[in-house]
């Protein structure tokens, strides 16, 4: 069973920047491919990017690609969201998720294990 937690989300000005980290336990991190995504009220959950479970692949959403940057550090067993240039739309709760393979998809069911989301605030 793999536990994630996010954080590092909360209110910021249109323009400013966040990174948001995802802290992984009870399993080997380093052999799980990593999302990030994001869902706000009444929506379906929106796929913002993804990493190999070695870094060395990335894959963006359209909305983000550019302003954001996935990463992840498998020693500290830890994943990353840096969001820069930020819209009042990517006022959402934004999720971490991995997946048992070694890359995996943009969908939803591609994930196994999900955290309990972090919110993100942009006001204009």
């Known amino acids: 069973q793999v536990q994630l937690v996010e954080s590092g989300g909360g209110l910021v000005q249109a323009g400013s920047s966040l990174r948001l980290s995802c802290a992984a336990s009870?399993?080997?991190?380093?052999?799980?491919?990593m999302a990030w995504f994001r869902q706000a009220p009444g929506k379906e959950r929106e796929f913002v990017a993804l990493i190999s479970r070695s870094g060395g692949y990335t894959y963006y959403a359209d909305s983000v690609r550019g302003p954001f940057t996935i990463s992840r550090d498998n020693a500290k067993n830890t994943g990353y969201l840096q969001m820069n240039s930020l819209k009042p739309e990517d006022t959402t709760v934004y999720y971490c998720a991995v997946s048992l393979a070694a890359l995996a998809g943009r969908r939803v069911p591609d994930y196994l294990y999900w955290g309990q989301g972090t919110q993100v605030t942009v006001s204009s």
């Open positions: 009870g399993g080997t991190f380093s052999s799980y491919a």
